[in-house]
């Protein structure tokens, strides 16, 4: 007999799937899709036959999902999850299921009651964990249309937070009406007229005239599509607003051709001019929701206004006296006014409690994960050691104060008997690298292997050649694992790594696969390591026996973000320069200045240096009027500079013709690099003095600090042009911070402030968590309020014993704000 499935697991898989942007996530041992179709194959016992087709083409769709598009896939995800919420009910109530014989229960079997108490059947359960279809006014069609937004239960919608708001809860007279408010008007209907537009045969027009004793408002409503044509649609329209009756309108105000309206207002007949207006929309402060395709906003308010007398039956997690410590209303109150505020001071507090949960919660999951590492025992590594004083006299240069400030806190952290989670931020041409060498040779010292792991060949090749350089000096073997490995060269590092033979392997994501097994990994090193899924640096870790954790970044992160995705972490930083480096002299230019440019390229080039001009695109695109690599490449090679050497490097190449274009940089066989951002790391040519970005507004402030830190690596003085054609003063402003300073952290905290979170580490996969509410910009003093409320309960219980209902609601929200392997 089949078993039940695992409703959990599944549903988690689907949540997962559709917050990182239904891509067929990567498990540790499947496939979204494969996790999916395999799971559905086999119903549960108690289902029908009709039930048992449905699992089963479910099953089969999953097994097509990588040929279906995103709104395919999308719809398909949003349909499981309601399918399988019901499933779930009918396995928890096996009476309804043998009263029903079907997953959904039949619109006439729904208890005809307003309230979400529990009234028998599948109404039973908790009001909060009710399926949305039995919300009044909602039923099995809309729930399905609700599911695309992932509203599948009574707490969901509640959780669901408006992203803005529309204040409709000032009344003005027409003659104050001013375009680009959000008013409410009051006044009589002086005409009204539904009919169908003489210029387009499928649209129909409503108008309707308002006067309030100071002026007329004339309201036009268009509606497309044959039902509107209809003669009685239309006289229905007519009979809601008659003559002389008393009609408020909320909208925003606008100007057009035919004078001031308002914008598809919201309308609310009144028996007089002075009776309270009755509504959820009009003449209010209305939430405005984040939406998707085919789901109305005025579906999602309904849905929270048959949800909110559900909102009494959220339980509080926090003591009172936490509450009253950080002046936070109770969770039950910050909901309702969340979504409906009688006025801005309740939607301030509201928003401030919801914020501090968010933060609170994934700061208490970051801390209990440290806990949870810490007591893990490890084997200490001595701070000194015959290896680490040999790398000391073969280096041919001394450590920065910032350098060995670091080192010192790593050697100290191995020396303690819990493993060294820490993070080394570093500007660009700081001297990471050496200081992880360090952290390498105690390791290998201790009788353990190190792995250090880079996101792109080109950096990886990078960090191996320099390893090279110095442990050919100590004697010490070092090998390069990437996708271009060769079969045979594979099978030898796999053996050496089993064995033991091979202290130390470089490597890309080609580290994490299946074959590589190390025989004794004691620190694993990660490069910028915010490039690397959650997921992939902890397979890594896996790798070993609790192994030391040391990650680096060139790319500064403020410290709100630091604590968001490094909140487990020990932070250090490297905030010194090597002496000797000449500060980068930063222009920002448009268009008319590239002869001006040129020159400065020829007469560097004429002293013996090298040149990167950096472009967005590889191809030359239809829709953007951008340059691209290759068509600039040609360009200036036979136009601009035929007397130099161009060569081309990006993304499309393969690995050996990458590895060309930049051995022939290096060795000074051209002398200049035509690029993507492929060189924003791991490219290291000392003798490049200048930098030119083109369509410099297209690229964060963070990238641009990277790109511009190719160059500045001699002691010659070297040069950033901006080139951008933009009008923007915004982006202007921001191009312009490059100019101003060469601080990596200062033009993080800028790019923050610019661009958000997001943008500023790219794509999900660098870990950042989503949050509905929560701004890492405007509520940094929340996040520090409740990083220090975490810390507390910690240090009070690190078991949240004492806190039961704050522990499992930090069960419910870690795993979902931090994604999670799940499928295993």
């Not at 009979?239 to 002389?244: A, I, S, V």
């Not at 208490?364 to 590594?381: P, V």
Request: glycine share 6%; with cysteine; net charge neutral.
């Amino acid at each position: 007999m089949a078993e039940l499935p695992d409703w959990i697991r599944l549903q988690k898989a689907l949540s997962v799937e559709a917050e990182t942007g239904f891509n067929d996530l990567q498990g540790h041992h499947k496939r979204f899709s494969e996790f999916l179709r395999d799971s559905l194959r086999h119903a549960p016992p108690y289902s029908t036959p009709m039930e048992q087709d449905r699992w089963r083409t479910l099953s089969e769709d999953f097994d097509k999902y990588s040929a279906l598009t995103f709104a395919q896939r999308q719809h398909l995800v949003a349909n499981t999850r309601r399918f399988l919420q019901e499933s779930r009910q009918i396995s928890e109530r096996p009476q309804v299921a043998e009263a029903t014989k079907s997953p959904v229960v039949a619109k006439s079997k729904r208890p005809k009651t307003k309230s979400l108490q529990a009234t028998g059947g599948l109404r039973s359960k908790h009001p909060l964990e009710q399926s949305i279809t039995y919300l009044k006014g909602i039923g099995p069609k809309n729930g399905e249309r609700l599911a695309k937004l992932g509203l599948l239960t009574v707490r969901d919608v509640l959780f669901y937070y408006p992203r803005d708001y529309l204040d409709y809860a000032r009344q003005v007279k027409i003659r104050d009406l001013k375009p680009g408010e959000t008013v409410t008007i009051v006044g009589t209907v002086r005409r009204c007229n539904c009919f169908n537009s003489p210029r387009n045969a499928k649209l129909s027009i409503f108008e309707l005239s308002l006067y309030d004793g100071t002026g007329t408002l004339k309201i036009g409503r268009f509606f497309a599509g044959a039902r509107f044509r209809n003669r009685g649609w239309q006289e229905r329209q007519k009979r809601m607003y008659p003559m002389g009756s008393t009609v408020a309108a909320s909208g925003l105000v606008k100007k057009g051709k035919y004078g001031i309206t308002l914008d598809d207002p919201d309308l609310e007949v009144l028996g007089d001019a002075q009776e309270e207006i009755d509504s959820d929309t009009v003449g209010r402060v209305v939430p405005v929701y984040p939406l998707t395709d085919g789901v109305p906003a005025s579906l999602v308010r309904k849905a929270v206004v048959a949800a909110l007398p559900a909102a009494v039956e959220i339980r509080d997690p926090f003591p009172t006296a936490l509450r009253e410590h950080h002046g936070l209303v109770q969770l039950p109150v910050a909901i309702a006014h969340i979504h409906f505020p009688p006025d801005n001071d309740a939607l301030s507090l509201a928003r401030r409690r919801l914020v501090f949960d968010e933060f609170f919660y994934l700061q208490l999951g970051l801390l209990s994960r440290r806990k949870q590492q810490q007591a893990q025992t490890q084997i200490r590594m001595a701070p000194t050691g015959e290896l680490i004083d040999q790398f000391y006299e073969v280096l041919p240069f001394q450590l920065t104060g910032a350098q060995g400030r670091v080192v010192q806190e790593i050697l100290v952290d191995l020396q303690e008997t819990i493993p060294m989670n820490r993070l080394v931020q570093g500007d660009v041409g700081s001297g990471k690298t050496v200081v992880a060498v360090v952290a390498i040779l105690a390791a290998i010292q201790a009788g353990y292997q190190a792995a250090l792991m880079a996101p792109t060949e080109v950096l990886a090749e990078q960090h191996y050649r320099k390893l090279v350089g110095w442990f050919n000096l100590l004697h010490l073997p070092v090998e390069l694992l990437t996708g271009s490995t060769k079969t045979a060269k594979r099978r030898e590092i796999h053996s050496q790594l089993e064995t033991g033979e091979l202290p130390v392997l470089v490597g890309t994501h080609a580290l994490i696969e299946d074959p590589v097994q190390f025989n004794r990994l004691g620190l694993v090193t990660i490069d910028e390591q915010h490039r690397f899924g959650v997921a992939q640096r902890a397979k890594l870790q896996r790798k070993g026996d609790n192994p030391h954790v040391l990650t680096l970044t060139a790319t500064p992160i403020p410290r709100t973000l630091a604590l968001t995705l490094h909140g487990d972490l020990d932070v250090s930083q490297i905030d010194e320069l090597p002496p000797g480096r000449k500060p980068i002299q930063t222009t920002l230019l448009s268009g008319r200045d590239r002869n001006h440019a040129y020159d400065l390229i020829r007469r560097e080039i004429a002293q013996g240096r090298q040149i990167y001009i950096v472009l967005p695109l590889v191809d030359e695109s239809e829709k953007l009027d951008l340059r691209s690599a290759i068509e600039e490449h040609q360009r200036l090679s036979e136009v601009v500079f035929p007397e130099f050497k161009v060569g081309l490097l990006h993304g499309r190449l393969s690995s050996a013709d990458k590895d060309a274009a930049i051995t022939a940089f290096r060795d000074r066989h051209t002398q200049i690099l035509v690029s993507t951002t492929v060189v924003e790391v791991g490219v290291d040519v000392p003798n490049a003095s200048v930098m030119l970005i083109e369509h410099a507004e297209r690229f964060g402030l963070s990238q641009l600090h990277q790109l511009r830190g190719r160059v500045g690596r001699g002691a010659d003085q070297s040069y950033c042009l901006l080139m951008s054609s933009s009008k923007s003063d915004t982006a202007l402003q921001r191009l312009r911070v490059l100019e101003q300073s060469q601080d990596g952290f200062f033009i993080a905290e800028m790019d923050l402030r610019f661009r958000g979170p997001g943008q500023v580490l790219g794509t999900r996969q660098s870990g950042l968590p989503d949050f509905a509410l929560a701004s890492l910009v405007n509520d940094q003093d929340v996040l520090e309020l409740a990083r220090g409320a975490a810390e507390e309960l910690i240090l009070q219980d690190s078991t949240l014993e004492l806190w039961p209902l704050i522990k499992q609601e930090l069960n419910r929200r870690y795993e979902k704000l931090m994604g999670g392997a799940i499928f295993t």
